[in-house]
């Protein structure tokens, strides 16, 4: 989205998740999306494109991922290797690799740095570039040799102040709709249907304090959660987060995490994806 909106062309993207791929395209518009796993293409057919942006999966290094099943333990652990194999094949001025903080960047960066290029990598809190969460992610940049162009100090530079919650939901309909897309108000909305969610918790969601997940209220002792989840100390600090309607979301996964909020008298229940979701959508393809 952010190159999108910065000018460039996007030649084409690769997502396994055919659903993902679905709004990819629609809210980017790619000339093409190859919808199949990252180690089955042949990025030779590219050689030429300016530059690499890639998000490897997290789901490795994320904390939301069980224990038992991080690093080489998952079946995504070293996809972000493939980045190396795209450079090989294309050649592009420039890369760019995001990743959960629990990532190293190591390998990557000596692997770059082999095949003649210039490289910084950092982690940076994404809320401060206008991303409407608290979202610190590793970025691992890659030039050729005059092509950097002082993109690295301009990583200091904030950008203004991201939108609060209660501006990206706001447009929505006050209840979830009965088919994917809906219009209302004349716009056509996508995936404003219900998440399936047990009665149990969805009775224990208006007791959390906005701006408190689940955990945080109950081991502060604001709320007891006890006789809604078997083991709250099992669950990482930001699951079932109530937003303010005023202030950022901490972060979102799109494994297990998720975050619900309450404007007004209105309550709406969403994985904080959706959150990430709606806010690129208002800002490029949200009407149609």
């Known amino acids: 989205m952010g190159f999108k909106k910065a000018g460039f062309s996007i030649t084409a993207a690769v997502e ?38 890639a998000g490897p999966p997290c789901q490795p290094y994320s904390r939301a991922t069980p224990t038992s099943r991080r690093g080489d333990r998952h079946p995504y652990y070293g996809l972000d290797l493939e980045v190396i194999r795209a450079v090989r094949q294309v050649n592009p001025r420039f890369v760019v690799v995001e990743e959960v903080p629990a990532w190293r960047p190591n390998i990557i960066i000596n692997e770059l740095q082999k095949l003649g290029y210039s490289t910084h990598a950092g982690v940076y809190d994404m809320s401060i570039y206008g991303a409407p969460i608290r979202r610190r992610r590793w970025i691992a940049l890659a030039f050729k040799p005059g092509h950097a162009d002082g993109a690295v100090a301009r990583l200091s530079i904030p950008a203004e102040p991201p939108p609060r919650p209660i501006d990206l939901l706001g447009g929505l309909p006050p209840e979830p709709c009965g088919e994917d897309p809906c219009t209302h108000n004349g716009t056509i ?93 208002m800002t490029s393809t949200y009407a149609h």
């Open 16 to 53: 396994l998740d055919g659903r993902r791929a679905v709004v990819y395209k629609r809210n980017i518009s790619p000339r093409e999306v190859i919808n199949t796993d990252v180690r089955e293409v042949d990025f030779s057919g590219y050689r030429g494109v300016g530059g690499i942006i």
């Open 189 to 281: 909305i996508y995936n404003h249907v219900n998440y399936s969610i047990n009665s149990k918790i969805r009775e224990l969601i208006p007791k959390i304090p906005p701006g408190h997940s689940l955990a945080t209220a109950h081991r502060a002792g604001l709320i007891d959660a006890s006789k809604y989840v078997k083991d709250i100390n099992k669950k990482h600090s930001y699951w079932l987060y109530r937003i303010h309607p005023t202030s950022q979301c901490p972060l979102y996964h799109t494994q297990g995490g998720v975050c619900c909020s309450t404007q007004y008298t209105t309550g709406w229940l969403l994985s904080g994806s959706w959150l990430g979701y709606i806010h690129t959508q």
